[in-house]
């Protein structure tokens, strides 16, 4: 007996959906996994779409849509790009 179930378990409703997400993103930028969790309010500046760490390192989220034939809607990709400060 086979454990495949389709759709997904969405993590931010909590709710099964029977088709696959259209959308793939991380809520933070890898650097932020570096910054151990009890220095992550005075390191790390952060909302949904900034991030700042130790005021030295920036990255901006960004979307990736890609069109996907006889879909609806396209594929979207959310990207974290970090940008070089040259103050």
């Not at 909590?14 to 005075?42: C, F, Q, R, T, W």
């Not at 909302?47 to 030295?56: A, G, K, M, P, V």
């Amino acid at each position: 007996m086979s454990n495949y179930q389709e759709g997904y378990l969405c993590r931010c409703c909590g709710s099964n959906h029977a088709k696959l997400p259209m959308s793939y993103g991380s809520p933070v930028p890898d650097y932020y996994y570096n910054i151990p969790l009890e220095e992550h309010e005075s390191r790390i500046e952060m909302n949904e779409d900034l991030c700042i760490i130790d005021e030295e390192y920036f990255f901006i989220r960004g979307c990736i849509e890609i069109p996907v034939l006889d879909a609806e809607e396209p594929f979207i990709w959310n990207v974290w790009v970090s940008l070089i400060s040259n103050i």
